[in-house]
Nanobody, 122 residues
């Protein structure tokens, strides 16, 4: 069982930065790939970024590539999403998830956090 809690969301102007954190409980954190997804109002939850179990591999959605960086610290049971050059279209609720298979579909994820709101003003 893994419990995930996101934090770090907020209101920021376009061009600004935010760093999201996701704290995980449980001793099996390093057995999961960790991903970030986002869901805008009225839209489906979509993939943003994923990091492998030991942090040696990452993958990003084209919409955030070059602006967002995902990382993890297995000693702290945490995963992070550094978001730079934010745009209004990045506005969404951001969720972290734990995946046994390390894929990019929502149905591949075993556990989810409650989400944190990110709002980017123009």
């Amino acid at each position: 069982q893994v419990q995930l809690v996101e934090s770090g969301g907020g209101l920021v102007q376009a061009g600004g930065s935010l760093r999201l954190s996701c704290a995980a409980s449980g001793r099996t954190f390093s057995t999961y790939a960790m991903g970030w997804f986002r869901q805008a109002p009225g839209k489906e939850r979509v993939f943003v970024a994923i990091v492998s179990r030991y942090g040696d591999s990452t993958y990003y959605a084209d919409s955030v590539k070059g602006r967002f960086t995902i990382s993890r610290d297995n000693r702290k049971n945490a995963v992070y999403l550094q978001m730079n050059s934010l745009k209004p279209e990045d506005t969404a609720v951001y969720y972290c998830g734990a995946s046994t298979y390390g894929l990019r579909n929502t149905y591949d994820y075993d556990y989810w956090g409650q989400g944190t709101q990110v709002t980017v003003s123009s």
